[in-house]
């Protein structure tokens, strides 16, 4: 059972990123507050649930959160500035765009920069313990699939309507194939530089 919230004296958002791993694409992430009552069933970590969960949350969230925000990074800048801080950039993003102040953050992970001067804290696992943090991982993902499949419609060769830009076997085979497109990382090792003897 996910934990309703950290404390119960300041209004928290929880934070998640999506997509950080991934060899191309944006960097999403979303930030949210949800009333102290919500409950949903399937609410989880969006790696535990399937793609029509995720859509369905996605709707529930939107509805209930007292204020939700989503923003991206680009692939162009996290090759400029790294992908740790393209993360909490679109992080930082998203706290900015919520209609409510936040008076407490909560962050998946282990490192975060501090926003202004709001406080946070970070949960290893975040998104699996807290309801609002599991929130902000549904939110964050099912924009980036969203885009990704945008993407696809361009470049079609990578496969990016199933693999979402993470490094599959079919998405290497790609790139060995045809090279890069302009969505690629190109700042991420995206094959090894002495191609595998077989």
């Known amino acids: 059972m996910l934990k309703p919230f950290y404390q119960d004296k300041l209004v928290e958002a929880g934070c998640d990123e999506a997509g950080r791993g991934c060899f191309a694409g944006p960097v999403y992430a979303a930030a949210v507050i949800l009333p102290k009552d919500f409950a949903h069933p399937l609410l989880n970590d969006s790696k535990q649930v399937n793609v029509q969960q995720r859509n369905e949350l996605r709707i529930v969230i939107e509805k209930a959160a007292i204020s939700y925000a989503v923003a991206s990074i680009s692939n162009e800048e996290i090759d ?35 926003y202004a001067s709001v406080p946070h804290q970070c949960i290893v696992k975040g998104d699996a313990t807290y309801m609002s943090i599991a929130a902000a991982s549904i939110l964050a993902k099912t924009y980036r699939d969203e885009e990704m499949e945008r993407l696809h419609q361009a470049y079609p060769l990578y496969g990016w309507d199933k693999n979402k830009g993470y490094g599959t076997a079919y998405h290497r085979h790609a790139l060995a194939q045809y090279g890069t497109c302009p969505y690629h990382r190109k ?12």
């Open 80 to 114: 400029e500035i790294n992908i740790l801080k393209a993360s909490f950039k679109a992080m930082h993003l998203a706290v900015s765009r919520l209609t409510v102040s936040p008076e407490l953050l909560l962050i998946d992970g282990n490192r975060f920069i501090p």
């Open 187 to 198: 700042s991420f090792r995206l094959l090894p530089e002495q191609p595998e003897l077989f």
